[in-house]
């Protein structure tokens, strides 16, 4: 188990932890010309820990025949779900893509689906995406755009199964407030390879909650930038994996302007043999950030032998004058002290799981800020625990 | 009526070493409404005596028997023999965060009963009992242990006895690391759950000061794993005033 926290740390111009990668996250390249992006070997820094071969029809520079099938709750006055033609998709995007999937997901997408909140609209029931995926090849592109001063939440559920990229732009203006809940409940088989850029104006407050359990290989990666004064980003995750599945969540938080928040805390269970997550947390705070504050936090709790938890935090400071920066990050096994103690209680072996579990994420679930989304996440977490107990038994 | 009965016992523990045996036969029957006093140098098997009964993997028995009523302890799992009607307040409470103290006992509660608590008395029941020994109401939504001063660790262990209602009480040097304030509350605990539920107790001890509070019916001192010499009341004076060491020349 290692933890590093550097809470106060005050640090120079060339100041970074862990795995350092070999330049700056700043010079990464960004761009809608998928060839810019040779196909990833699995030697790239940003594709190291991914199954490259699982990947291999996401990252080909080909048309894809499947789509989602998309169910949306009833839309208020003010907001708006459309259409929108590829040229306009792009000019509408904050950031152009990070890697080949999330480039060729723009590409071959014709067009995104756009939901347009509008400025001061303020929606006070959450708005639902349901995506179902029907097999084949799907590329997506979305962009959620939300007006100045307007606020919403908006939870976005993946099921069913499909061989999905995608880019998500998500856009605030000043003073906006969206709450972005991410559900990945995909089916066993399917293969999905996101990627959400988000740009903050100033005033601005993003939530971004993932949730992770379902698919083969499942692999995020969410950059916030800001780009006003004043913004703040609470980026949550929770994951739990199980023998055969790779969860990857990869962020990236830039620190561009001064007088920004962000906080980053990811959480994530493992249990089974080849059970693999991986967690990198790239927090950027460049020159002019002053009076920047982040705190970025990854933990892992392996339930079971053979699982393997990476978890790489970066965090590179280019000023001196900010409020607090620090990270953390802990993988520790289930602990059988705390068994022995539930269970000295007369609480059952089972029980004593669930209640170990479920105490890990209890504070990340109560975060979501969407009652009917934790409910069900809290069932989910137990169908997860009761998994775990009929792969123990079978060992 | 309850009676803990331990025979000949010897347990073994697994160190880089080698496998080490702690306990070299272990005799002591305990019955409901008595209190014995376990007292003994540091590294004397006390503390493997308490964590055998309960059932901690780390302890491998070779020899001897422990029953309930007559029951096979050895037999059972951990939570079984807390179902029976054992319970160990430990010297060093684990944390388990994000699972909060009223979550816990009720489900504790719920175990040992083999049915939820009513409600209504449910309630009532934990806040007394948390009045009596001292502690905030908030308690109940923080964390199990997490970030518990060592005085509030060991008045969690005894709010547990209190509610959990067992037969028979180990307590793991309960009294090390307080102060005679939350002595004093946690020693108030213990007597009022023997008079009210006729508790039998194995208090655990390394210092006298304790039995100032709580009074034992027998002293047994406990040297290299085994009873070396037991007695009344008297006995632990004359440990206060001697100490340990006749024992260990012996030894």
Redesign the interface.
Known sequence: MTVTDHTQATADAAHSHGIVPDKSRADRVVSFDADVFPVPTGREENWRFSPVRDLRSIFADEPADGHLEWTTSELPAGVALTEVPADDARARTVREPGDRASALAVKHSGGAMALTIAANTVVEEPITIDLRGTGGDVRGHLLVEIGQSAEATVVITRTGTARYSELVSVDLRDNAGLNLVLLQQWDEDAIHAGEVVARLGRDSRLRGTVVTLGGKVVRLNTSAAFAGEGASVDLFGLYFADSGQHQEHQLFVDHAVPKCTSRVTYKGALAGKTAHSVWIGDVLIRAAAEGTDTYELNRNLVLTDGARADSVPNLEIETGEIEGAGHASATGRF????M??????????D??RK??V??????LIHEIGVPAVEESLLKQIDLEIAHVEEELEHE | MSTLEIRNLHVTVETPEGTKEILKGVDLTINSGETHAIMGPNGSGKSTLAYSI????KYTITEGSVTLDGEDVLEM???E???AGL??A?QY???????SVS??LR??KT??DGEAPKLRTWVKDVKGAMENLRMDPAFGER?VNEGFSGGEKKRHEIL?MEL?QPKISILDETDSGLDVDALRIVSEGVNRAKDTTGLGIMLITHYTRILRYIKPDFVHVFVAGRVAEQGGPELAERLEAEGYDRYLASA
């Open positions: 602990d059988e002290e705390q022995f103690y539930l269970r000295s209680r007369g609480i059952s072996e029980q004593a209640l170990v479920r105490g890990f994420f209890a504070d | 309960a059932g901690h993997p799992s951990v939570d023999r807390a179902k319970f160990l430990m409470p684990v944390e388990v965060p994000g699972v979550n816990f489900t504790a175990a040992i964390g547990q959990l």
